[in-house]
T-cell receptor, first 116, second 111 residues
Framework: NAGVTQTPKFRVLKTGQSMTLLCAQD?????MYWYRQDPGMGLRLIHY???????AKGEVPDGYNVSRLKKQNFLLGLESAAPSQTSVYFC???????????????FGPGTRLTVT | QQPVQSPQAVILREGEDAVINCSSS?????VHWYRQKHGEAPVFLMI?????EQKGHEKISASFNEKKQQSSLYLTASQLSYSGTYFC????????????FGTGTRLQVFP
């Protein structure tokens, strides 16, 4: 099992450009999450999904869109990149809600995005 | 809504103990602890549920004080491998599907 993979690992964009980050998991997990991590800010939730075809907003959703057309994939889109979106982006997945079985979140290796 | 972690940074010698606190201004239903080594992804340590018991994982354990809306992570007889940044993730409403993470506590263990 590859676990949670993210594509690409690094990317440099110019202001106004668009891009899509891909997250894939091979563990048949229902829940998937996108976070951004900035120095001194911890992990902040952008969007999440509790199943195929569903998405919901997190703490910092502005400027991002997501889609979960297939259970194993969760895409994060930036329509018009801004320097404030320079960050490290982590995807995570979980079997389900933690109350049921103390489920943990499994994180991908991260994507480092720089917007100039 | 972001929980506050203290201290922000800790420096230890091998074998010393440390306590990391996570406090919330809102009622907590669960607290999750993760560790992230430099340049890597966060890795799960443990979950504490409202009404649940103190958890332990080798020499790392945690408690959850619902009245104080606080959780504490205890690292006993620290090892070099404990170095990293520790994050608490909090659930501030019942049965939500998301966590709000703190800003992290950086722990460095030296020989």
């Amino acid at each position: 099992n590859a676990g949670v993979t993210q594509t690409p690992k690094f990317r440099v964009l110019k202001t106004g450009q668009s891009m899509t980050l891909l997250c894939a998991q091979d563990m048949n997990h229902e829940y998937m999450y996108w976070y951004r991590q900035d120095p001194g800010m911890g992990l902040r939730l952008i969007h999440y999904s509790v199943g195929e075809g569903t998405t919901a907003k997190g703490e910092v959703p502005d400027g991002y869109n997501v889609s979960r057309l297939k259970k194993q994939n969760f895409l994060l889109g930036l329509e018009s990149a801004a320097p404030s979106q320079t960050s490290v982006y982590f995807c995570a997945s979980s079997p389900g809600h933690w109350i049921a079985q103390n489920y943990e979140q499994y994180f991908g290796p991260g994507t480092r995005l720089t917007v100039t | 809504q972001q929980p506050v972690q203290s201290p922000q940074a800790v420096i230890l010698r091998e074998g010393e103990d440390a306590v990391i606190n996570c406090s919330s201004s809102k009622a907590l239903y669960s607290v999750h602890w993760y560790r992230q080594k430099h340049g890597e992804a966060p890795v799960f340590l443990m979950i504490l549920l409202k009404g649940g018991e103190q958890k332990g994982h080798e020499k790392i354990s945690a408690s959850f004080n619902e009245k104080k809306q606080q959780s504490s992570l205890y690292l006993t007889a620290s090892q070099l491998s404990y170095s990293g940044t520790y994050f608490c993730g909090t659930e501030i409403a019942y049965n939500t599907d998301k966590l709000i993470f703190g800003t992290g506590t950086r722990l460095q263990v030296f020989p």
